[in-house]
């Protein structure tokens, strides 16, 4: 029972300390220079990528232009 134990506790640590895996986007969409997308999602007429640093980017889902770029910012 005790090596079950550290296992199990060896494991949560484990899975904790895993780096984040890379978002896969699809390929029709393409990022600014230097910036990382930690989420996505879209509708029919719009796409949104929401990057590491705080932004939240919309394009256009026929022209694939960029429309919109809001900072988001943390109340204290």
Do not use: C, K
């Not at 910036?35 to 949104?48: K, L």
């Not at 640093?53 to 429309?67: A, H, M, Q, V, Y």
């Amino acid at each position: 029972m005790i090596v079950g134990l550290v296992v199990m506790i060896t494991l949560v640590v484990i899975r904790l300390n895993a780096s984040t895996p890379q978002l896969a986007l699809p390929d029709y969409i393409t990022l600014p220079n230097g910036t990382r997308a930690t989420a996505f999602t879209q509708t029919p007429s719009w796409y949104a990528i929401v990057t590491a640093d705080d932004r939240i980017l919309i394009f256009n889902r026929d022209s694939g232009e960029l429309t919109q770029d809001i900072r988001v910012t943390s109340r204290p």
